[in-house]
């Protein structure tokens, strides 16, 4: 149904069997103060042929930076109202709030193909460009963009590269469980968060790692979220898919990075 666009020669480390269970790209903008309520149903009944149902969730709330500006109205804070649109296996949605437009890929069944950026972005591209034109359509106006954003979620099971809190160091070099006085026993949980400033465009990038249990079979892993956000120069399209372009390339670098070369052999690096 969508168009392939041919990928460039890969050039970013690659992966035969990447423990990427999500991906997400959007962007974050300015908060349109005309939206209001019926303009979900209203944008749902423009992609409804391919996404055809949807959910109201909480919204997405980022921490209040120069670059991202939290909704205001009346004098109170007030918290915007975000929508899921889920296509028909529901491998692919879209999440819109009056500050917000992701598309994310998500894997839902084992067998799911992982979906590569070269792939996904295409997608974005289009269904972005009917948001905004729906915008512009309903006298909306068009997003003032601030942060460009890639994220990419991993599961790393129990049992592959890690048995317990202790073997961490072993996917994530920069940790370990070694304590001054040795007095500490092997810890029963760990959670990592770690932010750095980009070096060439403005932006950062954040990762978390999380122990969890996966709902769909039971299975011990840690979720590692890797997200890379970046300011566009301006609010052109062009900008904002060369700022995604850089978001994803951090997002790569960083998790290569932070992660062990005993686990890329376990994950088949190619690059």
């Not at 209203?42 to 149902?53: A, E, V």
């Not at 209040?64 to 109205?73: M, R």
């Not at 979906?115 to 106006?141: A, K, M, S, T």
């Not at 932006?203 to 892993?221: M, S, W």
Request: glycine fraction near 4%; hydrophobic fraction near 40%.
């Amino acid at each position: 149904m969508w168009e392939k666009v041919v990928a460039a020669e890969r050039t970013l480390p690659d992966f035969e069997n990447p423990p990427a269970v999500e991906t997400l790209m959007g962007v974050h903008f300015a908060p349109i103060d005309k939206w209001q309520g019926p303009y979900f149903g209203l944008f749902w009944s423009r992609i409804k042929k391919d996404y055809p149902r949807a959910e109201v969730q909480p919204p997405v709330v980022a921490a209040p930076t120069p670059e991202l500006v939290l909704p205001q109205f009346q004098g109170r804070f007030e918290l915007p109202v975000r929508c899921w649109f889920f296509n028909h296996d529901e491998t692919r949605l879209i999440q819109v709030q009056n500050n917000l437009f992701l598309h994310n890929w998500r894997k839902v069944a084992h067998t799911d193909k992982y979906l590569h950026y070269d792939d996904l972005r295409p997608i974005f591209e289009r269904e972005w460009q009917v948001f905004c034109n729906f915008l512009e359509g309903e006298g909306l106006g068009m997003p003032a963009v601030q942060l460009c954003e890639v994220t990419y979620v991993n599961h790393i099971d129990r049992g592959n590269g890690w048995q317990s809190f202790a073997d961490l160091s072993q996917v994530f070099p920069n940790w370990s469980p070694q304590t001054s006085g040795n007095i500490l026993p092997t810890p029963e949980l760990v959670a990592i968060n770690a932010s750095y400033p980009l070096k060439d465009v403005d932006g950062h990038l954040q990762i978390t790692a999380q122990p969890a249990v996966r709902q769909t079979d039971t299975k011990e892993t840690v979720q590692l979220t890797v997200t890379a956000r970046c300011k566009p120069a301006s609010y052109s399209n062009q900008d904002i898919y060369r700022r995604l372009d850089d978001a994803r390339k951090w997002a790569v670098l960083g998790f290569t990075d932070f992660t062990s070369s005993k686990m890329h052999e376990i994950w088949g690096r190619k690059l």
